[in-house]
Structures are given as structure tokens and as C-alpha cells.
């Protein structure tokens, strides 16, 4: 069936370092994949998302992108801010529209 | 923004109470969705609907049991809530495609004592 795999965290960074979390998935078919945010005490919502290989998805300063060949969906930003401590869900989509997410990184940026 | 909505936000309630726990949508989406989120934060689905009448169970057995008489209504029920419930609960809604962005509601905390 399909899985992702995320990087264990928690993640703790200090402000303007540079962030990576690693994403891999299996699935059959051509997946679409995305990565969810999730801020305390809130719901996920959509931070970014590609529908196709080599597609960049990109927003608020983070950027993945979908590697077909690794299948790989890796988070990065460049420089961290404070508010961008949270969790971090890479997940996929096949048929259906039903996501299946990976555990979830706790990401920490210290002032 | 999504328009998402889940109520109540906190419940605190002895065991063996019946209780629902409300979702509605008004971007008219076919999908909806419900994910039980454990506190070390990973996500199981529990049940989802492709539309009016349609309800299904997901990859986690729950107790729970959902409905779908309106497009923008998913409530969720627990006819006998016990301790083993307590735990974060998540409403969703999407379009039809597996393309498109999950809407989340901002949750549920569920407490039964």
C-alpha cells in the first residue's frame, strides 16, 4: 500500500538557519503530493503541493520538489523564522483523494 | 481561507455519555473527512464520504460513527464515549479530484474522563 516516511524529529533550528526535512514515499500510480503545516492548537493547512514529477511546489519561502526517481518530496527553506515553529506533514494522494500522511516533524526555531 | 467549521473546539465529559462532534463546509465540496490525531501527532483516518448518503470506514477502526444527509454536514458520534477516545479530532473536505487541497477544520479536542 502506499506509505510516506518523514525524517524523525524534533527538529530545532535557530533563527535564519537553513531547514531540510526529508520526505520519501511508495505508492503505485502516479502520486500527487503535498506538505501540510500545522500550527499549535490549530488544524493542518496546505503549505505546498506538486501534481506531477518535477513539479516545485513553493510557498511562504519553502520550496519541494517531486523526484519521480527518488521519490522524494524534501522540505526546504533558507532562512528559518521564529513562526515557522509547528508541525510539518509531507502526505500523498493517489485515487480517490485520499491522503496518506507520514508522522509529522516538530520544527523549533529558537530566537 | 477555508471555510471550515468544527464545533465545540473542547469537550471535557464523564465516560459512557453520548456525544457528537460537528463539521460543516460551505465551499460545497463532494469529500469530507474525519482523522483522529494521536498526541504524538500522527493522523489516522477514521471515516469519509464521497458525497449525500455515502459514508465509509477508514484504515483506523473507530467506535465512532458518522452520517452524510447534506453536502456541507459530516457529523461524527460516540454513543458511549470511554477514556480510550480522548484524543484530537480533525475534520476535513475536498473537490473530487486527487489533485486537490484537503480543507481542515481546526479540531476537536476530545477529553473523556
Known amino acids: 500500500g502506499d506509505s510516506v516516511t518523514q525524517m524523525e524529529g524534533p527538529v530545532t533550528l535557530s533563527e535564519e538557519a537553513f531547514l531540510t526535512i526529508n520526505c520519501t514515499y511508495t505508492?503505485?500510480?502516479?502520486?500527487?503530493l503535498f506538505w501540510y503545516v500545522q500550527y499549535p492548537g490549530e488544524g493542518l493547512q496546505l503549505l505546498l503541493k506538486a501534481t506531477k514529477a518535477d513539479d516545485k511546489g513553493s510557498n511562504k519561502g519553502f520550496e519541494a520538489t517531486y523526484r519521480k526517481e527518488t521519490t522524494s518530496f524534501h522540505l526546504e527553506k533558507g532562512s528559518v523564522q521564529v513562526s515557522d515553529s509547528a508541525v510539518y506533514f509531507c502526505?500523498?494522494?493517489?485515487?480517490?483523494?485520499?491522503?496518506?500522511f507520514g508522522e509529522g516533524t516538530q520544527l523549533t526555531v529558537n530566537p | 481561507e477555508a471555510d471550515i467549521y468544527q464545533t465545540p473546539r473542547y469537550l471535557v465529559i464523564g465516560t459512557g455519555k453520548k456525544i457528537t462532534l460537528e463539521c460543516s463546509q460551505t465551499?460545497?465540496?463532494?469529500?469530507m473527512y474525519w482523522y483522529q490525531q494521536d498526541p504524538g501527532m500522527e493522523l489516522h483516518l477514521i471515516h469519509y464520504?464521497?458525497?449525500?448518503?455515502?459514508?465509509e470506514k477508514g484504515d483506523l477502526s473507530s467506535e465512532s460513527t458518522v452520517s452524510r444527509i447534506r453536502t456541507e454536514h459530516f457529523p461524527l458520534t460516540l454513543e458511549s464515549a470511554r477514556p480510550s477516545h480522548t484524543s484530537q479530532y480533525l475534520c476535513?473536505?475536498?473537490?473530487?479530484?486527487?489533485?486537490?487541497?484537503?480543507?481542515f477544520g481546526p479540531g476537536t479536542r476530545l477529553t473523556v474522563l
Open positions: 476535513a473536505s475536498s473537490l473530487s479530484d486527487s489533485t486537490d487541497t484537503q480543507y
Open positions: 465551499m460545497g465540496h463532494d469529500k
Open positions: 502526505a500523498l494522494s493517489t485515487s480517490g483523494s485520499r491522503l496518506t
Open positions: 464520504s464521497y458525497g449525500v448518503n455515502s459514508t
Open positions: 505508492a503505485t500510480g502516479y502520486p500527487s
